[in-house]
């Protein structure tokens, strides 16, 4: 086995090595989480898995990663997973591991929905999102764990979400739908070089979690399939998503900090936000925060944006009863091409959980920066429409060019808000331009 173990080695560092080669000249933020070697490996083969796409490797692979949990091999342990379809049903990571996806492996979870798990709400949601109760527990998921990689050569991590869609679409659903990866209460995570495809609900949905990196990453799924949000950082703080490539049916990026009355209460933000080099469609938001942000989201940066095909590209959302606030937000370098609406900041979107929620619990958004835009064949520049009694303010908009197809331009909505507009075509709605000296806006950057 040691010369299959060198050479496994070997063919996990090359990419790894080519990677920083070419990203060397690149700003960056996944220095936030090193990417670490594995000084022992073993193969899902190693525990009786077959890739032939048609025997089931739950068990495979619970035994594979309970090795590694209670073994603690000094270094970590990387999971190898060969080339083959892996079938396999939910499965939990540990801390200290790598899980190794190589080119043509495909890890594909089981469509056997009536023995699907399920798992208590999270607690800033007080209940699925979707239906009242608990919900189905995420297909490979990870709670409270810390330094753990997925990675490999671009292999895939497959939902086979249609049989859930449909579900979704007949309303024959029990509960919640699960997400394809979810990391709760984690920290110190890498996730790139992967493909993920077709996910039942969100696809990445890291939760109450810190230091996380996902880079060089595919999501796809098809253009009408119900609520399959491609990255969804939620009450996370340090979270770096570079150099990736999204085509789903819901938000491609969604920045969330938890629902009403049960994200209130539980106060966790999502903090430190970065997106870059990010490009895809959606047929609807590009890049969002919220609707639920009860917990606060509060220093994001997204920048070098390329958008095609989408509903709506830069979409700022939240509700009256939602609490919280968005705040210190910076939108910069981002270029669309058809799509529906340019940017649109709102304050009447979303659900409630329940009749429990406080009506009189407003939102604050306040100093959003969104400089450098370019759109052509945008049908509507864009909105900008607060809340009477909680008005957005210091909203900043430089450089913002929409052009709308065969030279036709809409007008800007505005109401309830303050700020101001260097450069904007076509030219916004006159709350954007009195408000505030030209100076609050060219000194943003």
């Known amino acids: 086995m040691a010369p299959f173990r060198a050479l496994v080695g070997v063919a996990v560092l090359l990419p790894l090595l080519l990677q920083c080669s070419v990203a060397v000249t690149e700003v960056s933020c996944s220095d936030i989480v ?6 022992e490996v073993i193969s899902i083969t190693d525990f009786g898995a077959v890739g032939d796409g048609r025997t089931l490797n739950t068990w495979p692979f619970k035994k594979a990663i309970y090795r590694i ?5 000094r270094g970590g342990t990387l999971l190898y997973i060969p080339p083959g379809v892996w079938l396999t049903g939910s ?10 996806l190589a080119r043509g492996a495909v890890i594909k979870a089981t469509q056997d929905t009536w023995n699907w798990p399920l798992v208590d709400p999270l607690p800033s949601y007080g209940r699925g999102r979707e239906l009242p109760g608990r919900r189905y527990v995420s297909f490979i998921q990870g709670d409270g764990i810390s330094d753990v990689i997925i990675t490999g050569e671009n292999g895939t991590i497959d939902g086979q979400g249609d049989v859930w869609w449909n579900m979704w679409r007949q309303r024959s659903l029990h509960f919640t739908r699960p ?7 984690s920290r110190d ?4 070089n992967v493909v993920f495809q077709n996910s039942p609900f969100w696809n990445i949905h890291p939760v109450y979690c810190s230091n996380v990196v996902i880079k060089y990453v595919t ?5 009408d399939s119900p609520n399959t949000d491609g990255i969804d950082p939620d009450s996370s703080s340090n979270v770096c998503i570079e150099d990736a490539h999204i085509a789903t049916g819901d938000d491609l990026v969604a920045i969330k900090s938890g629902w009403d009355e049960y994200g209130i209460a539980y106060g966790r933000p999502s903090s430190g936000i970065t997106i870059r080099r990010l490009q895809g469609s959606s047929p609807f938001s590009g890049i969002a925060i919220g609707s639920e942000t009860s917990g606060g989201v509060e220093n994001v940066l997204v920048e070098n944006i390329n958008l095609y095909n989408t509903g709506f590209g830069i979409h700022i ?10 705040r210190n937000v910076t939108v910069v370098n981002v270029r669309m091409n058809k799509v529906r609406k340019g940017i649109r900041i709102a304050g009447d979107v979303g659900d409630h959980p329940d009749e429990y929620f406080n009506r009189y619990a407003m939102p604050t958004v306040d100093g959003v920066t969104i400089k450098n835009v370019w759109g052509v064949d945008v049908q509507q520049p864009g909105s900008i429409e607060g809340i009477r009694s909680s008005p957005f303010t210091r909203i900043c908009l430089s450089n913002v060019k929409l052009w709308g197809a065969l030279m036709h331009y809409e007008p800007w909505k505005c109401m309830d808000v303050s700020g101001a507009a260097l450069g904007v075509q076509p030219w916004p709605c006159s709350q954007l331009t009195g408000t505030f000296s030209a100076g609050f806006c060219s000194s943003a950057f």
């Open 34 to 39: 090193p990417m670490k070697w594995r000084r």
């Open 69 to 73: 949990q209670h073994l603690r091999s």
């Open 91 to 100: 499965f939990s990571l540990t801390s200290h591991m790598t899980l190794y």
């Open 179 to 185: 997400n394809l990866l979810e990391f709760k209460n």
């Open 189 to 192: 995570v890498i996730i790139s």
């Open 219 to 223: 999501v796809l799924a098809p253009y």
């Open 317 to 326: 959302k939240t509700n009256a009863g939602r609490g919280g606030y968005i």
